[in-house]
């Protein structure tokens, strides 16, 4: 059983960074495949980012390659999205995702089990 809890997310403008941060509970956290995901208004959630249980390949959507950043620190039960390059269309929740080891890496919400109740990310222009 992991427990995800997001934090980092807030009001920035058009080209700021932010760092979310996703806490994981359970010691079984450095097996699993972790995620972000996003959902803005309106729409259904949408992957962002991922990255295998030993940090070494990461995955990510067209629309924020070159921008953010996906990472991991499995001493501490820490992963990390550096989100630079904010654009008003970046405005989302962000949650947190963990899901068995395995590569491809998934890309859809069915490849993972556990959730965080997500971070608001808000960019105006």
């Known amino acids: 059983q992991v427990q995800l809890v997001e934090s980092g997310g807030g009001l920035v403008q058009a080209g700021d960074s932010l760092r979310l941060s996703c806490a994981a509970s359970?010691?079984?956290?450095?097996?699993?495949?972790m995620g972000w995901f996003c959902q803005a208004p309106g729409k259904e959630r949408e992957f962002v980012a991922a990255v295998t249980w030993n940090g070494v390949i990461s995955h990510y959507a067209e629309f924020v390659k070159g921008r953010f950043t996906i990472s991991r620190d499995n001493a501490k039960n820490m992963v990390y999205l550096q989100m630079n390059s904010l654009k008003p269309e970046d405005t989302a929740v962000y949650y947190c995702?963990?899901?068995?080891?395995?590569?491809?890496?998934?890309?859809?919400?069915?490849?993972?089990?556990?959730w965080g109740q997500g971070t608001q990310v808000t960019v105006s222009s």
């Open positions: 995702a963990g899901g068995p080891s395995g590569l491809p890496i998934a890309t859809t919400e069915g490849g993972y089990e556990y």
């Open positions: 359970g010691r079984t956290f450095s097996r699993y495949t």
